[in-house]
């Protein structure tokens, strides 16, 4: 069992910078997959990155690749996404979420067990 709780959300204008974190509690984290989802009002929730347990392997959107870059600390049990250059069109809620079977489909929502409650990004024009 984990909790997920992300932070770092807020109001930016087009072209700044966010940096949003998900803690975890629990002694499991280290072992957990780990990604980042989104969701705009009125559309399903989304994909945008993942991370394997280790922090070796990292996967992305296109649309947020080379603009968001996502990292752990497990030593703080602390996952993180970097998000610069960002657009009106990565307002949205970002979640958390975690997967304690590493699944090869990291893109697929049902493949996480753990989800955090959501923090509001909006990126002003």
């Known amino acids: 069992q984990v909790q997920l709780v992300e932070s770092g959300g807020g109001l930016v204008q087009a072209g700044g910078s966010l940096r949003l974190s998900c803690a975890a509690s629990g002694r499991t984290f280290s072992s957990y997959a780990m990604a980042w989802f989104r969701q705009a009002p009125g559309k399903e929730r989304e994909f945008v990155a993942a991370i394997s347990w280790s922090g070796g392997s990292t996967y992305y959107a296109d649309s947020v690749k080379g603009r968001f870059t996502i990292s752990r600390d497990n030593a703080k049990n602390t996952m993180y996404l970097q998000m610069n250059s960002l657009k009106p069109e990565d307002t949205a809620v970002y979640y958390c979420?975690?997967?304690?079977?590493?699944?090869?489909?990291?893109?697929?929502?049902?493949?996480?067990?753990?989800w955090g409650q959501g923090t509001q990004v909006t990126v002003s024009s």
């Open positions: 979420a975690a997967d304690p079977r590493g699944s090869s489909r990291y893109f697929v929502l049902g493949e996480y067990d753990y």
